[in-house]
T-cell receptor, first 111, second 117 residues
């Protein structure tokens, strides 16, 4: 079992729809959770971080964390073609600054 | 300058060459990382430095040699590489939570696209 697993993708949604990206992790004592966006040919960019159970909203993005289920998700509302990218989930252990990354899910938003 | 700066952006080298990749962060972070990203593959952690001490070496071949002279600079020295080493090499920085309690994520540089011929 991988330490961090994401939807295999690719995921395709129409413009204006909600895109839902999911991630599960194996280390129960993980404390910090991140979502990165990576455009083709570019480096990853941090877009969301979440540390407590529940929802965290930032503009059109909502991160959801459920530590009991070891599950973290990212919702993108009113998806735009510019949201088309690979989204990486990353998890930090309880005493580590190092992140473990998932393989990424590629999202395509069709006009 | 702000953020994390990597140079060069592109590098083509022969298998017998020696070259170095440079990374500089202007964020006051105390941890720096080298990652390798090959085409259609996930990020592979290579090295971790925290407060200039190498805390992780992820079974990387000795033809890759890291150097961290201070908390703002990180180098990756390359020698006698193989064609399969061609990839995007990413530097990142963060705050090491074990020392500061700050749980922020990574800031990545733009990467060096390396081609070994």
């Amino acid at each position: 079992q991988k330490e961090v697993e994401q939807n295999s993708g690719p995921l395709s949604v129409p413009e204006g729809a909600i895109a839902s990206l999911n991630c599960t992790y194996s280390d129960r004592v993980s404390q910090s959770f991140f979502w990165y966006r990576q455009y083709s040919g570019k480096s990853p960019e941090l877009i969301m971080s979440i540390y407590s159970n529940g929802d965290k909203e930032d503009g059109r993005f909502t991160a959801q964390l459920n530590k009991a289920s070891q599950y973290v998700s990212l919702l993108i509302r009113d998806s735009q073609p510019s949201d088309s990218a690979t989204y990486l989930c990353a998890v930090n252990g309880a005493n580590a600054g190092k992140s473990t990354f998932g393989d990424g899910t590629t999202l395509t938003v069709k006009p | 300058e702000t953020g994390v700066t990597q140079t060069p952006r592109h590098l083509v080298m022969g298998m017998t060459n020696k070259k170095s990749l440079k990374c500089e962060q202007h964020l006051g972070h105390n941890a720096m990382y080298w990652y390798k990203q090959s085409a259609k593959k996930p990020l592979e952690l290579m090295f971790v430095y925290s407060l200039e001490e190498r805390v992780e070496n992820n079974s990387v071949p000795s033809r890759f040699s890291p150097e961290c002279p201070n908390s703002s600079h990180l180098f990756l020295h390359l020698h006698t590489l193989q064609p399969e080493d061609s990839a995007l090499y990413l530097c990142a920085s963060s705050q090491d939570i074990r020392r500061t309690g700050n749980r922020g994520g990574y800031t990545f540089g733009s990467g060096t696209r390396l081609t070994v011929v």
